[in-house]
T-cell receptor, first 114, second 114 residues
């Protein structure tokens, strides 16, 4: 069964610190992977997309990595800010990205403390 | 500004009652989707539509119904047959490939059974 697992489930760090969120997937064949940020009570917003051939992609203080061999991705947040408090969701597509082939992880809830 | 609008933000349903969640987009996207979000779980696909007057069931369509009479609108009805409807409902739209183009999500409707 195709799955997307994220860890940790929740994380609390101090403002200004760095953190790394993990995403492991068993989706096959793999097409691409996105990270979304979801503020409480809002819809998710896309941060990055990575295809099979990409290893690293950055979006400001967010850097995503992908190891397609081990089926792992990470999202690194540098110099965290209070506004980074949110849930971060890893999304993986199987083959052609029909909606029925897109699998969402359950997310990591990140809290930034002042 | 282009975007996707969900209403109402909060909705309360009595036992045995049907309720309809509204979703409107002005992004000129052909594809629209309904997802359900429960605590500790990834988003689950209820229904999706890739073109007007056509829609497909997702993974958890039982107890729900949709219509797509206009490109801009994709309302979701939660029927009395849905035994556990309390959840956060997210509507989204996208270009032809939701992973390549990314989803644009609405702000969600929180439905509670009273």
């Amino acid at each position: 069964k195709n799955q997307v697992e994220q860890s940790p489930q929740s994380l609390i760090i101090l403002e200004g610190k760095n953190c790394t969120l993990q995403c492991n997937y068993t989706v096959s064949p793999f097409s691409n992977l996105r990270w979304y940020k979801q503020d409480t009570g809002r819809g998710p917003v896309s941060l990055t997309i990575m295809t099979f051939s990409e290893n690293t992609k950055s979006n400001g203080r967010y850097t995503a990595t992908l190891d397609a061999d081990t089926k792992q991705s990470s999202l690194h947040i540098t110099a965290s800010q209070l506004s980074d408090s949110a849930s971060y969701i890893c999304v993986v597509s199987e083959g052609y990205s029909s909606a029925s082939k897109i699998i969402f992880g359950s997310g990591t809830r990140l809290s930034i403390r002042p | 500004d282009g975007g996707i609008t969900q209403s109402p933000k909060y909705l309360f349903r009595k036992e045995g009652q049907n309720v309809t969640l509204s979703c409107e987009q002005n992004l000129n996207h052909d594809a629209m989707y309904w997802y359900r979000q429960d605590p500790g779980q990834g988003l689950r696909l209820i229904y999706y539509s890739q073109i007007v007057n056509d829609f497909q069931k997702g993974d958890i369509a039982e107890g729900y119904s949709v219509s797509r009479e206009k490109k801009e609108s994709f309302p979701l009805t939660v029927t009395s047959a849905q035994k556990n409807p309390t959840a956060f409902y997210l509507c989204a739209s996208s270009g032809p490939d939701p992973m390549v183009y990314g989803y644009t999500f609405g702000s969600g409707t929180r439905l509670t059974v009273v």
